[in-house]
């Protein structure tokens, strides 16, 4: 799936700074899923240190930019097999952890829920009452996580009418890298949180050993054309404030998926033989796991490639 006219672009600023003072930092094509010939510049904002998209994608072309095929959409058993198996066991883990002193009855909203993978592994994992629930905009997915018995609101969260004052937790795994206004989104989930309510958030560090190694191009962080705000610490430390929260945590965590599709990508665009590309992709379980030890060792040092992060909703108005 593809278009040969190119995508239809639009200009933005930075969504901290709210100035387009940025300069080039790398660029780069659709590597992973083909869907447009456009080239794509990452831009670094000179204040605060963001990296976004610019120009991208209007609203309108996210139909073409995620196909069908789009991994988020169906990462399921079948496909992906012993990656999924591990994958579960590890997630499970981690999203637990940041579970621990709720209520029996707590409320949790996993926003960019995806097919439900993750609100999934919490009705397998975690408290039997726990009311779970979930936002995403493709219907389709939606569809298949209503499917597995998971309630999942169709919409973006700032216009969705969900009761304030109400959330115990929320996730953002591997999201607000995705949306248009990261700073509307956590204003509307620090709506939706009970005063001392947290939102865990889980996004591409770009303060990452990977990240300077491929950022010219082929690093897979920036995932053209869907990841349109990328941050490092600093920069979501300034976002954080904006939006009225207060950071309990702030780690980098192990992954290996930036560093195969760095590799990946770097082989597309040198035009390498498809068998060796297929060797990095989600699918490898040699190269997820060569790369996990390394990212691992990296992350003992606060170079990990992923950011995970714990904000507060304050218990009194600041």
Not at 14 to 21: A, H, R
Not at 41 to 47: G, R
Not at 204 to 219: E, V
Request: proline letters at 4%; aromatic letters at 12%; a neutral charge.
């Amino acid at each position: 799936m593809g278009t040969d006219t190119g995508l239809d672009l639009t200009f933005v600023q930075c969504c901290i700074c709210k100035t387009d003072s940025a300069l080039v930092v790398g660029k780069g094509k659709d590597f992973e899923y083909h869907t447009s010939i456009d080239t794509f510049s990452a831009v670094q904002c000179s204040l605060c240190g963001l990296i976004y998209l610019n120009p991208r994608p209007t609203v309108s072309e996210l139909k073409i930019i995620y196909p069908d095929t789009y991994h988020a959409f169906n990462f399921s058993k079948k496909d992906f097999g012993f990656v999924y198996k591990v994958r579960s066991r590890l997630e499970a883990r981690r999203l637990l952890s940041k579970c621990s002193n709720l209520p029996d009855d707590a409320k949790i909203l996993d926003v960019g829920c995806g097919d439900g993978f993750h609100l999934g592994l919490l009705k397998e994992f975690g408290g039997e009452s726990w009311i779970l629930e979930g936002v995403d905009i493709d219907s389709k997915v939606t569809e298949r996580a209503a499917n597995a018995g998971l309630k999942v609101h169709l919409g973006v969260v700032e216009e969705l009418d969900l009761p304030p004052n109400y959330y115990d937790l929320a996730f953002m795994i591997m999201t607000i890298e995705h949306v248009e206004k990261p700073d509307a989104v956590l204003k509307a989930i620090h709506k939706l949180l009970i005063p001392g309510g947290r939102v865990v958030i889980v996004t591409d560090n770009t303060d990452s050993t990977d990240f300077k190694l491929f950022k010219k191009g082929h690093w897979g962080g920036y995932h053209f054309p869907r990841h349109w705000n990328l941050f490092n610490p600093s920069s979501f430390t300034k976002l954080a404030k904006n939006t009225g929260f207060e950071i309990e945590s702030l780690r980098t965590i192990i992954s290996p998926v930036n560093w195969v599709y760095s590799i990946h990508n770097t082989l597309v665009d040198y035009n390498a033989p498809k068998w060796l590309i297929n060797r990095f992709t989600l699918k490898s379980t040699l190269s997820l796991t060569v790369f996990t030890a390394l990212d691992f060792i990296l992350q003992k040092f606060g170079n990990g490639s992923i950011l995970q992060v714990t904000l507060q909703k304050p218990l009194k108005k600041l």
